[in-house]
C-alpha cells in the first residue's frame, strides 16, 4: 500500500477516535487497547452505560476484524489494490458515510454509531495488516511506536543486523497522522461540528483512491 494511503487511513483512525471519545460517550472505536481500559474502569466504577459502549465498541471492532479478514483472504493474491482489501474499504467507506448521514440527517441512537464506527475500523485495521504487516496499524499507535523504536535503534547499532533498520518513514508518519485526525476533528467539534464526521469519510475515500491510481500506474 502506497505511503500516502496509509497516512490518509491512519488520520481517518485518528479523527474517528476524537469523534466517538468526544461525542458519542467516552468510548474509543479505533484503539482497542484504550478501549478495553476504559472497560476495565467501567467495570470497577460500575458504570454500566460505559461499560455498554466499550463492550459494543469491542465486539463491532472483532467483527469488522473478522468481515476484514475474509475479504483480504478471498482477494488479496493479485498485487497492486487487489480487490478483497479494495471491497473491505469500500465497505469501511459506506459505514462512515452512514454515520455521517445519521449525524446530520436522522436522530441514530449512540449504540448504533459506536457499533457502526467500530465496524469500520476493524475493517481498516485488517487492511493495513494485510498491507503493512504486524508491525504498523493505523488505529493504534503502541505498536507502531515499539516497531518504529526498533528501526531507530537498528539504524545506530547497525553492526547487529547489517545495518537494516527497515526504515523508519512510514510508521514516523502514521503516529503523526493518526494525532493529526483527532486533532482535526476536536477541531471541527468545537467550531464546525457538522463537518467533523466528514473527515474520516473523505480521508478513507482519498486513501482508496491514491491507492488504486497507484496501483493502475504501477500495471
Known amino acids: 500500500m502506497p505511503r500516502f494511503s ?3 487511513l491512519a488520520l481517518a483512525a485518528g479523527a474517528v477516535d476524537a469523534l466517538s471519545f468526544l461525542a458519542l460517550g ?3 472505536t479505533a484503539n482497542m487497547t484504550g478501549n478495553v481500559v ?20 469491542f ?13 483480504v483472504g ?30 446530520w440527517a436522522v436522530q441514530v441512537p449512540r449504540p448504533v454509531l459506536v457499533a457502526a464506527s467500530a465496524v469500520a475500523m476493524g475493517l481498516q485495521s485488517a487492511v493495513t495488516r494485510w498491507a503493512g504487516g504486524s508491525g504498523l496499524s ?4 503502541t505498536g507502531t511506536v515499539t516497531g518504529l523504536a526498533g528501526q531507530v535503534v ?6 547487529r543486523d547489517g545495518g537494516k533498520g527497515g526504515g523508519i518513514g512510514r510508521p514516523l508518519g502514521v503516529v503523526l497522522a ?21 473527515i474520516a469519510p473523505v480521508a478513507v475515500a482519498v486513501a482508496a483512491g491514491w491507492w488504486a491510481w497507484s496501483a493502475r500506474r504501477g500495471r
Open 6 to 8: 496509509m497516512l490518509g
Open 26 to 28: 467516552q468510548v474509543f
Open 38 to 57: 476504559l472497560l476495565g474502569l467501567a467495570l470497577g466504577y460500575g458504570r454500566t452505560a460505559h461499560v455498554m459502549a466499550s463492550g459494543l465498541a
Open 59 to 71: 465486539a463491532g471492532f472483532c467483527a469488522g476484524l473478522a468481515a476484514g479478514f475474509l475479504l
Open 74 to 103: 478471498r482477494g488479496a493474491g493479485g498485487g497492486g489494490a487487489a480487490r478483497g482489501p479494495a471491497a473491505a474499504l469500500g465497505l469501511e467507506l459506506v459505514l462512515l458515510a452512514g454515520i455521517a448521514v445519521g449525524w
Open 138 to 141: 493505523t488505529t493504534y499507535v
Open 154 to 159: 537498528a539504524l545506530w547499532r547497525p553492526g
Open 178 to 198: 493518526l494525532a493529526v485526525g483527532a486533532v482535526v476533528a476536536a477541531l471541527a467539534l468545537r467550531l464546525y461540528e457538522p463537518a467533523a464526521p466528514l
